[in-house]
């Protein structure tokens, strides 16, 4: 898809700073292997999960080129499957913090804590 065709597209392309993206990897089969195919160099935000099928199906993070982003955008469905970021801060600071977002507290239940 071409980028007067996508105002999404034109707009990541037009930015001045680098584009970060984050793809939901339960929308594809093997969405690493799709992305290594057409030369786009991601990681998974789920950096400390064990489970190989919930590591594949869970969010993948790319610094993206120009080129990059006209690459990601011909895989059908990406529009719906990816969460873009541009701005001026740098790759490990943006992937740091979606990092953090993905993190998730479970407190034990209340009766854990009562005293026997």
């Not at 392309?13 to 339960?26: E, K, Y």
């Not at 992305?35 to 160099?41: A, E, F, M, Q």
């Not at 064990?50 to 982003?69: I, T």
């Not at 006209?70 to 969460?83: N, P, R, S």
Request: glycine share 6%.
């Amino acid at each position: 898809m071409s980028a007067p065709d996508n105002p999404l597209l034109a707009a990541l392309l037009a930015s001045p700073w680098p584009v970060h993206a984050v793809m939901d990897g339960a929308k594809y089969p093997d969405l690493p292997a799709l992305l290594g195919k057409l030369n786009i160099v991601a990681r998974s935000l789920f950096v400390e999960q064990s489970d190989p099928a919930m590591r594949l199906a869970g969010p993948w993070f790319a610094r993206l080129d120009q080129q990059g982003c006209k690459t990601l955008f011909e895989i059908e469905g990406i529009a719906d499957a990816a969460v873009f970021w541009t701005g001026p801060a740098e790759e490990e600071q943006v992937f740091r913090h979606l990092r953090g977002l993905n993190m998730v507290n479970i407190p034990r239940p209340a009766e854990e804590w009562l005293p026997v």
